[in-house]
């Protein structure tokens, strides 16, 4: 009885709400889409269903109902509007991109040579699996393809080189792997506009609720020189709070050498991924200037990639994992702006500016990025943590804050999306993966997440002080 009443507890929350009278300045059909967008999220949270089904349910009974648009054809073009957003495309291309590097072992390569020359003891160890996390972030937005997928089967070899597995001496070596490349990846999350998917869909969302553009440059600028220290600091904070017992592992670079020498001299096919790698960097970064749109660059050099065999037209369309965070990302973008076109957005603005009004605009700023950062404990998915709360984050700071300073929030709520993953063993994509290897227990993750969130978050309290 129970997982019935959990697989179904979305759908009997939004009827429960929307059973409940409309509250004061806000229309039955702003009630009745709220209702149905708590639905959703509580759906993108639990997933009873999977993810996109949740939203593709979501936009379809709102547009049904007509809830955005009485006009039935304008409530078929609200419902679909997602699919013809620019960014959703972006993510979709950004997922092949990871593909590429998978397919051609440029990706794996990558690891192994940084373990080759600075795995002779173990915190070069943790600095090599940074780095290469490091290096794949800007060209792969799903940090679970980048950590869980091309660098944990290879790490997951090192600990049983030294006999530490999670039953025996997980603390020799295996845990301290373990926390470094997952705390890697959320600080590499953060660095890039590109490295994580959710940052895609925030800018979306932020420029549909303030009409505030965050190009790929304009995050680099900001958040590159404010994450590299942490980058840097995170291995050896790591080796200085969770200390391997092994610190030496000359095993590794004579492992990681034998590796390389099994896939040969670099192909073709990795200088071509890496040349294609680099020019959308370059459109990314230089696109504005060059008269590109980033989509359309990630797309043609897609093309480029599929064209010159680098992966091929099946593994496009067969890309199964690509085309789900495309339908999951279309319909909540559609579900976001329903927010704005039924006057959800601006009757909680009117509520929170109630709350908040009368203190001073820094003050304001710093408790928006620390309320956005402690309430992920509440989420397992950062994509539903962005799609819940970025739209009322952004227009209580429009309410709140001078216009000027609205742009650098927007940044800094955005920004800390990557880093809050460390908190819960479930806060981001790879994280249940790392976890799941068995090296760190519950309780140890959950005190490890709590020390190095609280150095996170006080980093990114710091920046928007800086920043604002």
């Known amino acids: 009885m129970g997982k019935y009443i959990l697989k179904f507890s979305p759908v009997i929350v939004a009827i429960i709400m929307a059973l409940f009278p409309s509250p004061a300045g806000l229309s039955p059909e702003g009630w009745y889409f709220l209702s149905i967008f708590i639905g959703v999220i509580i759906g993108l949270i639990i997933e009873p269903i999977p993810a996109a089904l949740v939203g593709l349910l979501g936009v379809s009974i709102v547009a049904a109902l007509g809830l955005v648009d009485p006009n039935p054809t304008a409530s078929r073009n609200w ?163 969770y200390p391997p017992t092994q610190k030496t592992s000359p095993e590794a670079p004579l492992w990681a050498k034998k590796e390389l020498e099994k896939l040969g001299a670099i192909t073709r096919k990795e200088l071509m991924m890496l040349g294609y790698a680099v020019l959308a960097l370059i459109f990314w970064i230089f696109g504005k200037e060059l008269g590109v749109n980033s989509t359309v660059a990630a797309i043609l050099v897609l093309s480029l990639m599929v064209l ?65 950062f402690m309430l992920h404990y509440f989420f397992a998915s950062t994509t539903a943590h962005t799609t819940a709360l970025m739209p009322l984050f952004m227009v209580t700071a429009t309410v709140l804050l001078p216009a000027e300073m609205i742009p650098q929030i927007a940044l800094m709520l955005a920004g800390s999306l990557g880093l809050m993953g460390i908190i819960t063993p479930y806060a981001t994509g790879p994280s249940p993966i790392w976890y799941g290897s068995g090296f760190i227990s519950q309780a140890r993750w959950w005190f490890l997440g709590a020390i190095f969130g609280a150095l996170y978050l006080a980093s990114m309290l710091i920046l928007t002080a800086l920043y604002v």
């Open 79 to 241: 419902a679909l509007s997602g699919f013809s957003n620019g960014v959703i495309w972006l993510i979709f291309s950004a997922f092949m991109f990871a593909l590429g590097y998978q397919k051609t072992g440029l990706g794996k390569r990558i690891s192994l040579v940084l373990i080759k020359y600075l795995g002779k003891s173990t915190l070069g160890l943790g600095y090599a699996i940074a780095f290469s996390d490091a290096i794949l972030a800007p060209f792969m937005p799903s940090n679970t393809a980048r950590s869980a997928g091309t660098i944990y089967p290879i790490v997951s070899n090192i600990p049983l080189m030294f006999n530490s597995t999670p039953d025996h001496e997980p603390r020799k070596i295996g845990s301290y792997l373990t926390w470094v490349a997952i705390a890697a990846t959320c600080v590499t999350s953060s660095m890039f506009l590109t490295a994580l998917a959710p940052n895609l869909l925030a800018i979306d969302l932020i420029a549909q609720t303030t009409n505030v553009q965050i190009s790929w440059g304009q995050w680099a600028k900001v958040m590159i020189p404010a994450m590299f220290p942490l980058f840097i600091l995170t291995p050896w904070l790591a080796y200085v709070i």
């Open 308 to 372: 010159s065999d680098i992966i091929t037209w099946e593994d496009v369309i067969s890309n199964k994992s690509a085309w789900n965070v495309l339908i999951w990302f279309a319909t909540l973008v559609a579900m976001a702006s329903g927010l704005s076109k039924t006057g959800v957005l601006s009757w909680i603005g009117n509520l929170s500016s109630s709350y908040l009004q009368g203190l001073p605009p820094f003050t304001v700023a710093l408790f928006l990025v620390l309320m956005f």
